[in-house]
């Protein structure tokens, strides 16, 4: 009976994420560097690279925000949207996909994101079934290991990271300007970050993407989280050593032939000072000892 104990517990977690009453979100900008600003409505955070050869930007909510996004980003710069890459392919970071698409933006994505928006997903932590995209939201430009652009007098770097938050993440970082937006692989002052397993995410894929961010950055370096306000690479740094803390805790436990419910009765992901938040710490828990007790489903 535990997994469906499990399971409802996740859902009970989920509306406040993710059934958030868009109607009222408003989109805030913060500019966090010469030639780059956050934007924060409802869903993951947007990177926002803006100057004289147009905008790009880093992931774009849930589709009803898509004109208020749109709004905030003329507030910046008036110019229109000419890239959208995507972190990964849930719907709070690629729900704007089609409304910028139709407006003339190309979209650019690891190619896992454009399979998993051509068919229906399954979502398992969360029992949810999400739908085919459109047509006209999928990424246009796929790439398998990455991407570089070279706008705005800056280069952004485009790296996919494998089997993280799910199997189609990408870090994107601004060379120049030294600001990383981590997608998904970092939640901050949000909750316990989200692995989708039944995406392809995985822990020791979660504690790579943060090693590669802490490669690229300094302390001068602003990382973007997928959810959270901005953080700096020393809390970058905190949140790699909790995940690999817990990681090592459950396995531990694992090895020393515990069930998972035993494990989560030693509170492996207490004492972190991590808010209430979607993903709680024995879901968490839970995350961790799945992603180390099934083999993960490569898809390449
Ligand atoms: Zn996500």
Redesign the pocket.
């Known amino acids: 009976m535990r997994p469906i104990v499990f399971a409802i517990a996740a859902l009970a977690a989920a509306p406040a994420y993710a059934q958030q009453d868009l109607s009222k979100a408003e989109v805030r900008v913060e500019k966090i560097a010469p030639g780059v600003a956050v934007l924060f409505g409802a869903g993951?955070n947007i990177g926002l690279s803006y100057g004289p050869d147009g905008n790009i930007i880093v992931d774009d909510q849930y589709a009803p925000m898509s004109d208020r996004i749109l709004a905030a980003v003329a507030t910046v710069d008036p110019d229109p949207v000419r890239f959208v890459v995507n972190t990964?392919w849930?719907g709070?970071?690629t729900g704007g996909n089609e409304a910028m698409g139709s407006r003339g933006a190309v979209i650019l994505a690891h190619s896992n994101v454009r399979t998993r928006m051509s068919s229906e997903q399954f979502i398992a932590a969360m029992g949810s079934k999400v739908p085919a995209s459109p047509a006209g939201a999928l990424p246009v430009v796929t790439f398998e290991d990455g991407v570089t652009l070279h706008l705005n007098g800056d280069t952004l770097h485009v790296v996919h990271v494998a089997h993280a938050?799910?199997d189609g993440d990408s870090l994107v970082h601004w060379q120049k300007a030294n600001v990383l937006h981590m997608g998904?692989t970092f939640f901050h002052k949000a909750s316990f970050p989200?692995i989708?397993l039944s995406s392809g995410g995985s822990i020791d894929g979660l504690i790579a993407a943060a090693d590669k961010g802490l490669a690229w950055s300094n302390a001068a370096t602003r990382i973007i989280p997928?959810h959270g306000p901005v953080a700096s690479r020393s809390e970058l740094a905190a949140y790699r050593a909790m995940l690999a803390d817990v990681r090592s805790k459950v396995a531990a436990g694992i090895a020393a032939k515990r069930t998972l419910p035993q494990i989560q009765a030693t509170k492996p992901a207490g004492g972190y000072g991590m808010p209430e938040g979607f993903i709680k710490p024995d879901q968490f828990v839970a995350f961790v000892h799945e992603s180390l007790t099934k083999k993960p489903k490569h898809r390449h």
């Open positions: 993951g990964h849930h709070d970071h938050h799910t998904d989200f989708d997928g």
